[in-house]
């Protein structure tokens, strides 16, 4: 597999006019029926381990991630379970676009207030979709790192595990900002999204070493536009990550 030894400037579409949720336009399609199977799989994973806070990441930007993290979120809710789905990616957030929300106030409204006690109705909103809220990003910051890596996030976080079957969050690229890491050790488990032909094998070697580091539980990995036997463009589920070629 060959890959461009320069880096591309990062795509603005899913900024701009949010994700595609394939889940929902074209329920029945094979597309569907693949992030079906990676929402089945994160199940099995939950055999010793319960999992209810779970976030997807990339190693860079363009990557997919937020396209897989809002359709697997949707298939949760398609299922019947109680889905809190949360936008933490506060540089490049599209979870407002995607589900045509507001965005004046959200995650960094919670994080930035001193409040002790939040009334947590005020912020999330209702996606349109049963069973599913959406708690979007906020306003940018000038200190997101601070926030996202903020023992108040955590808390946050294990406070709304509590009050939904599952949550899920759509975090920064992990070597674009390293204190995802950080945030991630808290949460019951984490899937990578690696797009075919974009991303760099080093660059998920470097992913994986960095997430074992902060002992982040790795529950697998999402092939982005794998090209399969009949030259169509779907989705992927593996386990682990080897070095060989």
């Known amino acids: ?19 595609k949720l394939i889940t929902v336009a074209h329920p029945t399609s094979p597309t569907s029926e693949e992030f079906r199977t990676i929402r089945t799989n994160i199940h099995f994973m939950s055999v010793d381990h319960e999992i209810k806070t779970v976030a997807f990441t990339s190693a860079h930007q363009s990557e997919g991630k937020s396209t897989v993290t809002a359709n697997v979120a949707v298939t949760w809710a398609l299922e019947g379970k109680k889905v809190l789905f949360i936008d933490a990616d506060m540089r490049r957030p599209t979870i407002h676009k995607t589900f045509g929300l507001s965005n004046r106030q959200g995650l960094t409204t919670i994080l930035s207030s001193h409040d002790s006690q939040i009334r947590l109705d005020t912020f999330i909103q209702k996606s349109g979709i049963d069973n599913m809220s959406i708690l979007t990003s906020g306003p940018i910051p000038p200190n997101p790192s601070e926030l996202l890596s903020s023992e108040r996030m955590n808390t946050f976080v294990q406070s709304v ?8 969050l759509d975090v920064p690229p992990i070597l674009e900002v390293p204190d995802t890491q950080v945030l991630s050790a808290h949460l019951d488990g984490l899937v990578l999204v690696v797009r075919e032909g974009k991303t760099r094998k080093d660059d998920v070697a470097r992913t994986v070493d960095m997430l074992r580091l902060s002992k982040t539980n790795i529950l697998g990995y999402v092939m982005n536009d794998h090209k399969g036997k009949n030259s169509g463009y779907g989705y992927g589920y593996g386990y682990g990550y080897t070095s060989d070629k």
């Open 1 to 19: 597999m060959a890959f461009d030894w320069f880096r591309k400037k990062p795509s603005t579409d899913s900024i701009d006019n949010g994700v």
């Open 161 to 168: 595990r509590n009050a939904y079957d599952i949550v899920v």
